[in-house]
């Protein structure tokens, strides 16, 4: 197992950390748990998030990516793309070339490379089948370059772990803090860390009539998927005008 005494982690909201929530109203999220387990084991760990939620793979090169790759981290995690494949007009020519060139960027500045293999949402999520197509093209391309720069893959789409909804937070699209203690779990099995707890158990089936299903239903659309939509139609994003938690790499956990 490798020690590692930096950490720069990217991407979007699912690495800013959303709906995992300190007192203060912070994000926490997956990274931050792997880097406070990184720097229990290693003085002066270091550790920068870049990620914002809301952002498309363009975005995510254009503002993360160069600085990411400045700060020359002994471990750089990428994860990106769903926010891209979510939209009817998708251009997965153009993802995957900036998946790539990301990949490549940061496999030639940071020690060593995570990917994630994105969580398959089609058992739990209805509609979503129609966007299963990208998210394997997104997949594969994700192994490849993982083969290509020996980069580490965690596998979060081959497990039904997901799959049940008390891992996710009331919009049905981001982790809660239960899911994204999970995935730092998954990620730290990936560096070689001994295992904590079981990740990979699946949770019990939940069950609910109808009614309490169609009321839980028409609450997400009024309270979640009507904004989305709204945001979608005007061009707005949830992190427009947002600036990333970590922007420098700085010993972790910080003072308090």
């Excluded at 979007?12 to 994000?27: H, K, L």
């Excluded at 090169?61 to 700060?71: G, I, P, T």
């Excluded at 779990?185 to 560096?191: C, S, Y």
């Excluded at 239903?217 to 979608?232: F, K, S, V």
């Amino acid at each position: 197992m490798n020690a590692y005494t930096s950490m720069v982690a990217i991407g979007d909201s699912f690495t800013e950390g959303m709906s995992d929530f300190r007192p203060d109203g912070t994000c926490r999220g997956w990274a931050d748990l792997v880097a406070a387990r990184l720097a229990a084991d290693t003085p002066g760990f270091r550790y920068a998030n870049l990620a914002v939620r809301g952002k498309l793979v363009r975005q995510i090169v254009d503002e993360q990516l160069d600085r990411a790759a400045s700060m020359r981290p002994d471990l750089v995690t990428f994860a990106g793309g769903l926010n891209d494949v979510m939209r009817p007009s998708c251009d997965m020519a153009a993802v995957t070339a900036r998946v790539t060139y990301a990949v490549r960027t940061l496999s030639a500045a940071a020690g060593r490379v995570v990917l994630f293999r994105a969580i398959d949402p089609s058992r739990r999520m209805r509609g979503s089948s129609r966007i299963l197509p990208r998210i394997n093209r997104l997949i594969a391309l994700v192994d490849d370059l993982a083969a290509e720069h020996d980069a580490i893959v965690v596998d979060l789409f081959s497990t039904h772990a997901f799959d049940s909804p008390t891992l996710w937070a009331d919009d049905r699209i981001h982790l809660n803090a239960d899911g994204h203690r999970r995935v730092a779990e998954a990620t730290l099995r990936a560096l070689g860390h001994p295992p904590e707890f079981d990740w990979d158990e699946s949770l019990p089936a939940t069950s609910a009539d109808w009614r309490t299903r169609a009321r839980a239903d028409l609450h997400w659309a009024r309270t979640h998927a009507g904004p989305w939509l709204g945001r979608r139609l005007t061009g707005r994003s949830s992190g427009d005008d947002r600036t990333p938690k970590r922007p420098d790499l700085d010993p972790y956990p910080p003072d308090r």
